[in-house]
């Protein structure tokens, strides 16, 4: 399997999250109440799953190889695709910032937590959509054989560091379905 491929496979589930992301976007922009574990158990998800486990494969292995095999010819691309994933972590970091005041009804708490899941879910979706449609396939093409092996090898040691059980993607699935169930309740 191409190591992008496995990227594409954890998109899946990132969007399964950011559509609950959205569904609670529009719950809020309605005046209907979102409860704070929903965005409590979501923190964790995107913190956890998509950043420290997904993003971070990106950055440091995928994006750290194409830069050296393409000299820089790519590191505009990859500039773009880093800040969205900076700007996601930073919204992330500002909801949870917010939620103890959101679970006193505070508007100004309310309003922080809509400005920065609005953008949130808006950046993440579009970053989503490039790396699926233009940068993985151009990723594809450009990695040899031998170096595709050599990320699936790094990826494969990486799941292990995070889980040693190999049940990283089913625990987080298991996050995502629990999510599921919240948005059920309002
Ligand atoms: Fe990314
Ligand atoms: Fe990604």
């Not at 992330?92 to 949130?120: C, F, G, P, W």
Request: with cysteine.
């Amino acid at each position: 399997m191409h190591a992008t491929r496995i990227l594409t496979k954890e998109h899946v589930l990132i969007k399964q999250v950011l559509d609950l992301l959205d569904e609670s976007r529009q719950a809020l922009e309605t005046g209907i109440p979102v409860p704070m574990i929903f965005f409590e158990k979501a923190g964790i998800f995107c913190s956890e799953f998509a950043d420290r486990f997904h993003h971070f494969k990106e950055e440091f292995l995928l994006f750290g190889l194409l830069s050296y095999k393409k000299q820089g010819e790519l590191d505009t691309a990859m500039g773009a695709l880093r800040y969205q994933h900076d700007r996601c972590r930073q919204c992330m970091a500002q909801i949870t910032r917010a939620l103890e005041r959101y679970e006193k009804n505070d508007e100004m708490a309310v309003t922080l937590v809509l400005e920065h899941l609005s953008v949130y879910v808006s950046l993440l979706h579009r970053h989503i959509h490039t790396e699926d449609h233009l940068f993985f396939p151009m990723a594809e093409k450009s990695l040899s054989t031998e170096e595709n092996d050599s990320l699936t090898g790094q990826f494969a040691e990486q799941a292990r560091r995070f889980d040693k059980s190999g049940r990283f993607l089913e625990k987080h699935q298991a996050l995502a379905d629990e999510l599921s169930d919240i948005t059920g309740s309002w």
